[in-house]
């Protein structure tokens, strides 16, 4: 089959047009050989016909729809133009991607438009992948010269190029970002952020506004970044090309000149500006003339701010810049200086001296004003021996100012690019290798071209010369490689046109020969460009205008481009007269002598020439064309030593409007950018290449007998020949089958025929099949039919008969209703008059009993009221005298109250700062209390002497009562009549106890009602606090929950702080040792204090400050937080002398813990040395302040709330006797509760005043003794079951229990043997009175997991260890603190005060901990793309076909592991298992391992999910399918090893989900709507990059529409509940670990098993 037989009904091909340069169109009918013709339906509907004169006129084929948006050109079934621009504008406009690989050249569209693809999530996702793996994009490019320099030890090279306005300079700055990124640390080091802080210098000096771009590159640039042995950035040199110095002194309509001088203009109100003289850009000549001073968004000002900080960050003084800048502006104000014309013809000028501009240039420069207006205006000559000055006409004038002006700033951009490439130079060592970025000027052709465009095209026609010869070379590699026999391909070769310009007699020869003529003229060098290329030597590149004698046209092999000869010889010599020159190296400022004189020591000019008065020496000078050839010669050079990559950048309009697609510029672009070249070159070959397994995949069908993957070449070589008969459109390699152009399309043509017949036959199969199945379907609806019918006949008969019956029945009832009816009524009248006889009867029997009730009722209340009265005025006797007696009881416990409030207030005024106060309250409070007990005594004995009276007083009352009861007297005779009185009494009596009995029944029940009463108060009360408690408990719960993230972002910030700490100690041990190291390579050894980085301390009582200290106590991850000894590192490495340590140590007394106790400020005139420590304390220092005013406002928000609540609660209750008594005895003792908090506060610190007080009399009185007496130690209380450690041993037992300790030994150990015999000897120690060796021991014990938890930095099993013995020794420690209240007397405390050990333990833990995760994290890293991505655990699903087109792999890429060497799911879950064995073995807390198993599940999942988004070849069906299966391989495990309750499988959502959008359906309304809603964890972005991602990987799938994509997007816009709006996940995440509180049981020496294996035996059980 040959190509011609593509050309059938439906297919579709691509016919020139003048607008859109190239139209889709589809034939109406097949082509045969000899038609004319061709009818053509176009894509709006319109039919046209397309002339064809031969085979060869027909138009370009269409690619199939499946390679729409290929991410590689050169994947394309047919390879040409039209297709490479249909491919570029469909993924620019339609997917939004601006990279696309050409093969070896990466094609970037200028977007015009902030994209969020340049993060440092995206710059790891990118790091250490394969280019062919990931999505195009400018960190591919970096990354794979990257790997290639450090896999091959070869120098790279990325060239950028492009026209202006394309986005070179963009480019190749996020290049240099990306190396600066990967090149150096986590944070930027000095190296790296001085290459980056050259951009904004060289934007400032060397970028301007065109016509074309905003901020357009004057200047070629190559800047190689140095690397050492271990890939880190090392150094940077810059190298810059033809600077357009005319745009100094002219720009064009609508252009600016270099941005430097708009950006001083705009700083002209700085004080220290002032100076310069500026005034607004519009007033100066050198920027004024392109008419537009200002660009859009663009700040000047802000852009002079960066670059004087970028100068400063490169090491150039402030004064030097302010030199800087002086001769800038004077380079503005030389443009003002007014020349004017003298004379009679007007052959002289002069320069008034009054001249304002004059004098403010002289100024700044520091030259004699005179002398320079003098030499402006004259030249020197040498005339026959001797010097004449010669005047100068006005224009001549003008042209010397302004050829001193460009080069003035020529030298200054000279001097200026030395400067950075000074600063940019290390110390560190030669570069073992470099990356080279050339960002260079593209090919350029304007409506008028001169010298500038001339040397640009020349330097971009030997750069494409390189650009074919390097693709041509890596082509002829691949043939070699898979051994193929072939021929060799024809390209283009531009050495001609080079050879027209650099060659013998060429043009650039000619121009300098011009140039050294005395009266060398543009048009005489047209003339013999004219008689050299086109009369003597005809060149086929050269060609002459038509109507133009000074002009010529070069054919270049981007474009013709005409050139005018007028200004090439000034521009080629720049000359300027050294009379001025002269006055410039006399200048009193020191750069500009520097400048100059500079230039008068150096053999050559490196941008212009120097004219002086003699002609041999004029006639040495080397021209700039020159001088521009030996540059380029040697950035070519360069260039062939290393390895290339290409950047080309496309500029897709030129209005500059975001994502518009211009076709005529994009293709101009494309052929001159040599795009279109490489495809020519690769369609000359085989550009279509299919591994043989990638090949039986999407070819099976077509290839016959016995099929297997294992014989796949075997099978793909014997059906090749049948397939296609012509052997020379195909060939077959070792690993590869090579195809020629359009070969593919015929496989697939053949591919489709195949389908096409399998899919008649199985459609008539289906068709038979279904046709039975209607058959069957109309027999039994025919049955059923008739069955419906006599069924329905039978259910009308039967339903006539149910009529008749119930006809009969309803006669039958009617008349029975009747004469009931009659029945009833009779009845109900007879019973109607009985019932109003008797309810006459019964109402007058009522009225009777209700007037005798309410008779005897009234009586009753009368009785019970009078008795009430009676019991009411005792009751109240008894209440006021209780009360009375209350209030007296009252009033005393308030003044004792008062009395005690007032000496707490006392206590508090006193003491705040002021120790010498609170000792001299003490010494009061003492006195006090010895007068109160004297006081007491004196009131003790005259209470026992009122007691004594009062007994005596008593005795003579008892004796006077005997003496009565001895003699009673008469009694009295009763008569009848008192007692008939006394029973008529007791009668009364009776009766009215009768009475009395009867009101208290009544008033029972009165009772007994209001308490039921009560009771539903009561109720209905507690139901209604209950309801108010839940709001308030779900208030509370909720502000809990932010209280808790705010604590969570703590917590990360202080464990960042930690981490950040770790690795600023750990890289100056680093420079430590190579300092030491370099100073012992000279000989010279110091004794500095600053070599020691012990951390033992030499002081028995260290009280360091450290930042950690002054964070907030909840940032902690323990329930106790204590300062951290990291003072004393930072003391022994600073502190020059022993003296200053031990000032610093004992710097800390508890008269300072007692400030820090009591908030009393420190003196501020002590602040730490270094920069960085006192920033982040002073950060801290804010933090903490911060947070206190936000818990203070949200207490009071909460006690607001509350009385919110608690008012609401008073309304809603009603307001009765009982309730309202409840609710004041519920407030009575709600008071009575915070009264006595508060009292109990209030005791508490006065009892911590107390010992705190003591503490610093003590410690006073200790110093000041300490000279004479010597310390006795205080014998502690006797404590069994503790290990003896003699002074001697202890260096010995850490070495053998921590440091020297063998994997082996240690993993076979009890979990915490070592923390649990170390705190043994330290409690032994403790209890002994030696506290010194206590806090030593522990220190000792500190430094050595130190230097253990370094030692291991890749084992996990020790890490995990050492996790265990830190938490376990820190727990230890905090048991015993002093400063912890025991439960029982069993517990004795430390003595010693190890808070600064704790807190170090506890930064330690984190330490350990964040290793421990990042072993794992390494390892996981490396493999989670391979194992949950690209491994195939469905084998059902690997013969799936892969994609037509699949990319070819760049040359140098780095092999893919396959077979059994790739990693899978096994390796996964192989890593997490180690990681959970060693926690488990070291019976770590369980919610600490779910901690690390959700941190290392979302490692895996950014992971994961990232490369995702990045890969068009992962987006499909199948593929999701896969990752789903390896997912849930991954959920099962963590949920069979029961870590899943601490979030590890909920941070697995977001990467699910990704996979359910790749499987679920794409196409209509509702599935927009389901993914919307199941999609939750995945942000618009990611939904929509998916999507857009999405490939089908056979015919039977479809791509998703853009109108899909659309309406998903509209959706996500109304989500409420959406995730933040990023593309990738955030790899550097990190979540807050909280250590549990789980107290440690108690440790005794009896318990422990110590191994022989330790060599500990020099320890006592004591």
Known sequence: MSTLELYTKGASVWIPDPDAVWLSAQLLQDYRPGEKQLQLQLSNGNEVLYPVDSPSDLPPLGNPDILEGENDLTALSFLHEPAVLHNLRVRFLDYSCIYTYCGIVLVAINPYD???IYGEEVIDAYSGQDMTDMEPHIFSVAEEAYRTMTREERNQSIIISGESGSGKTVSAKFTMRYFAVVGGAAQQTSVEERVLSSNPIMESIGNAKTTRNDNSSRFGKYIEIGFGRKGDIIGANMRTYLLEKSRVVFQASAERNYHIFYQLCASRELPEMRSLKLDAPKYFRYTNQGGQVQIPDIDDLSDLERTRNAFTILGVQPDQQMELFRILSAVLHLGNVNIQASGRSSDRSYIDMEDRSLAVFSKLLGVEGSQMAHWLCHRRLAVGGEMLVKPMTGQQALEAR?????????????????????????????????????????????ERNSFEQFCINYANEKLQQQFNRHVFHLEQEEYVREELAWDRIEYSDNQQCINLIEGHLGMFDLLDEECRMPKGSDENWARKLYDQHLTSMPHPHFRKPRISNSAFIVLHFADTVQYECEGFLDKNRDTVFEELINILKASQSELVAELFQQQGNRPSVANGSVRSGTRATREHKLTVGFQFRQSLQMLMDTLNSTTPHYVRCIKPNDLKEPFMFDPQRTVQQLRACGVLETIRISAAGYPSRWTYEEFFSRYRVLLQGPQSHEQAQASCKQALPQLIPDQNQYCFGKTKVFFRAGQVALLERLRAERLRMAAVVIQSQVKGWLARIRYNRILWAIVTVQRYSRGTLARRLVLMLRYIKAALVIQKTYRMLVVRQLFLMIRQATVTIQAFTRGTLARRRYRQLVAERAAVLLQARVRGWLARQAYRRVHAAVVFMQCCMRRRAARRELLKLKTEARSVERYRELNKGMEVKLMQLQLRVDQEVRESAALRETLNAERGAAGAELEALRAVVQKLENQKREKPPPGPVISEKEVEERKRAGEKAAQEILRLTQDLQAVQKEKDRVSTEKEDLSARLLEQEKA???????????????????????????????????????????????????????????????????????????????????????????????????????????????????????????????????????????????????????????????????????????????????????????????????QEYLEAREQECVRLRRELKELRSISSLRRLLTQALVFSSASASETSCPHHPKPAAAVTGLLECKKKDEVKLIKNLITDIRVDAALSLSPGLPASVLFLCVRQADCSGDQARARSLCCAAVTAMKAALKKHTNDVDMTALWLKNICLLHNLLIQHSPKRTFDSDEQVPLTADLTDTIRTLSDLCIQAYQQLLSISGKRLHSITVPALLESETITALSGSPVKLGASRKRAGSDPRPVGGDAPTMVSVLRELRTLHTAMTRQVLPQSLLEQAFRQLTYLICACALNNLLLRKDMCCWSRGMQIRYNVSLLEEWLRSQDVQAGGAVATLEPLIQAVQLLQVGKKTDADAQAIIQTCTALSS?????????????????????????????????????????????????EFPVTFPDMPPPVLSAEDLVIPDSLKIFFLRKA
């Open 114 to 116: 902030q994209l969020p």
């Open 1028 to 1222: 108010q408690n839940e709001c308030v408990r779900q208030a509370v719960l909720q502000a809990s929950a932010a209280l808790q993230a705010e604590l969570d972002e703590e917590k990360t910030k202080y464990q960042g702080l930690l981490r950040e700490f770790t690795r600023l100690e750990q890289r100056y041990d680093n420079l430590r040792e190579m300092s030491v190291l370099t100073e012992r390579t000279k000989g010279h050894r110091r004794n500095d204090s600053t070599q020691s980085l012990s951390l033992e301390p030499l002081s028995p009582s260290p009280a360091p400050l450290s930042p950690q200290s002054l964070t907030p106590l909840t940032a902690s991850p323990f329930t106790s937080a204590f300062p951290s000894p990291e003072e004393v590192r930072r003391v022994s490495v600073t502190s020059p002398s022993l003296e200053r340590r031990l000032s610093v140590w004992n710097s800390e007394t508890p008269l300072d813990q007692l400030m820090e106790k009591m908030d009393v400020a420190k003196d501020p005139a002590v602040k730490m040395k270094r920069e960085d420590l006192e920033l982040a304390y002073d950060a801290v220092r804010v933090a903490n302040k911060f947070l206190e005013s936000q818990l203070r406002n949200q207490r009071s928000q909460w006690a607001e709330e509350l009385e919110a609540l608690k008012c609401q609660l008073r309304q809603a209750i009603p307001s009765s006797s009982a309730a309202a008594q409840t």
């Open 402 to 446: 302004d050829a001193l002006s460009k080069h003035i700033y020529g030298q200054l951009f000279t001097w200026t690019v030395q400067r950075l490439n000074s600063a940019l130079r290390t110390q560190k060592g030669k570069a073992k290798s470099f990356i080279g970025v050339l960002d260079i000027y593209g090919f350029e052709t304007f």
């Open 1581 to 1629: 972005q990611q939904i929509v990059k998916i999507l857009t991602l999405y490939t089908p990987q056979s015919d039977l799938d479809e791509r998703v529409t853009l109108n899909f994509i659309r309406t998903v997007q509209g959706l996500l816009k109304g989500r409420s509940d959406s995730p933040p709006p990023q593309l990738l996940m955030d790899l550097r995440r």
